[in-house]
């Protein structure tokens, strides 16, 4: 992937500075130290931001580091602030990146300067004296609380610890936006005279590290992810917990984009164009675009629709004078005959062709029935028709076999059985009908098995002829 800084570019005071408004710089840990005079204090920023193909790092500079200055109360203000200098190196600072600034007068056991993350290990450690560092000595001073840090005189590599020394019984720690120099951005505080801080505890600090680690979850607001421990606990450059440390690597992961993912289904034995190619099989299908700005990655999950399979039901054979229906299973989305109906079902009364055109999900299949007509009532050939429709609309409401008006039946057995072979219907007397019902119950839809035994009286065997019927509604 090619990821690219975005930039947007403001003049302010002395220098130029950036802030894309959704990533941030925040205090991550503050500690007194392992006492001393001067005190080993330190603090850990975090750069945070989500990142995208475009945004991947913090514009830091001019980002002002300062102790109490009269933002919350009249404690704990030390003369002068120190900022991140204008060297380039804090133009694009990456999101999860830790930034550990500590007292060189008296170093943290432990620390090793690494001002410039020479290790490229996402950690930069360095004092008020490094030249990555500016310093003004005037805002505060003497102690008198300020509104704002609006304009003033900046010099690299002079600062000292003193101008940020933190006060054990009551001080805060704080970053202020460039972008709004009456305001801070984030702020932990503790201790007596102290109000309105974003993070603050009661105690005092001495030989305390006030920390985020994370417990609840990532806002860096919530009182309840911070805790005051000693300060051996402290653990400048690194996560502070468990939950701290997967927060910090989450934001140092590289950025994957899908640009889109879509799904698209297509009938069987059809084409669909996908990456200027025609495609008919399932599966997915990838292409990377060069954007020049970021690689932008299109998915495409292709799914085979199966075409739809009608079959029509109804007799072959149309008795002269009579007229029955047609159906399909009532399973589809529409349908249409080539009679002009629009309905799962139609009635007939002549012979000719009868087609229906279903659709389901967006995919047509089609059936065809030949349909003949005879003079059923001079025939002794039994017609059974092959499906029934129970739905008493007064065509094929009930199962029987139809003989000619002229034939001799000395023997009749009509049984039909379900799928299983149970029995559910018997008769022996011509007329009698099966109603599509199994005491005095309407009979699940489906496919059942009908047994004809007959003997015509000019035959001298009998004849046994077995076939099925479907039962709808």
Not at 52 to 65: A, F, H, K, V
Not at 230 to 242: M, Y
Not at 247 to 275: E, K, L
């Amino acid at each position: 992937m090619l990821y690219l800084k975005q930039v947007v570019l403001f003049i302010l005071l002395l220098g130029f500075y950036s802030n894309n408004g959704t990533s941030q710089l925040y205090i991550n840990e503050v500690s007194q130290g392992s006492g001393g005079n001067p005190p080993s204090e330190y603090i850990e920023l975090v750069v945070v931001g989500d990142k995208t193909c475009t945004d991947s790092c913090l514009d830091i500079r001019g980002w002002i580091i300062d102790d109490n200055a009269g933002f919350y109360g009249n404690s704990g203000i030390a003369d002068g602030h120190l900022r991140f200098s204008n060297d380039p190196q804090w133009e694009c600072v990456p999101y999860g990146c830790i930034i550990v600034l500590y007292n060189n007068q008296n170093p943290y056991p432990g620390l090793t300067a690494d001002p410039s993350d020479a290790n490229q290990d996402n950690v930069y450690i360095l004092s008020p004296t490094s030249n990555y560092i500016e310093s003004n000595s005037t805002l505060p001073s003497g102690s008198i609380p300020i509104t704002s840090y609006g304009t003033g005189a900046y010099s690299n590599g002079t600062g000292n610890w003193n101008m940020i020394a933190l006060k054990n019984d009551g001080d805060v720690f704080q970053l202020v936006n460039p972008l709004n120099p009456t305001t801070a951005s984030h702020s932990v505080g503790w201790g007596n005279n102290i109000a309105g801080t974003d993070i603050y505890n009661p105690g005092n600090a001495s030989g305390k590290v006030l920390l985020m680690d994370n417990v609840v979850d990532n806002d860096v607001f919530n009182q309840s992810n911070w805790v005051f421990l000693s300060q051996n606990q402290g653990s400048p450059g690194l996560g502070n917990s468990i939950q701290n440390t997967q927060w910090i690597n989450a934001m140092r992961q590289p950025f994957t984009q899908a640009s889109s993912v879509t799904y698209t289904a297509i009938c069987d034995g059809d084409s669909v164009m996908i990456h200027s190619n025609w495609e008919k099989s399932q599966g997915q299908y990838t292409d990377t675009i060069y954007t020049g700005v970021c690689d932008s990655i299109t998915i495409v999950n292709l799914a085979i629709q199966e075409k739809p399979k009608p079959l029509i039901y109804g007799s072959k054979v149309l008795c002269i004078g009579k007229e029955f229906s047609l159906f399909v299973e009532n399973t589809y989305d529409s349908y249409i005959w080539n009679t002009g109906d629009n309905t799962h079902d139609i009635v007939i009364n002549k012979e000719g062709e009868y087609i229906i055109e279903v659709t389901l999900n967006g995919c047509t299949g089609n059936d065809t029935i030949r349909i003949t007509e005879d003079d059923c009532f001079t025939s002794c050939m039994p017609y059974i028709p092959n499906a029934v429709s129970a739905n008493e609309d007064g065509f094929n409401d009930y199962l029987l076999p139809v003989f000619g008006d002229n034939c001799g039946i000395d023997e009749f057995e009509f049984t039909v059985f379900n799928r299983w072979g149970s029995e559910i219907f018997f008769t022996n007397e011509l007329g009698n009908y099966w109603d599509v019902k199994h005491n005095e119950v309407e009979v699940p839809l489906g496919v059942y098995i009908w047994k004809l035994n007959y003997k015509l009286q000019e035959e001298e065997d009998n004849t046994i002829k077995i076939g099925h019927v479907v039962v709808f509604r």
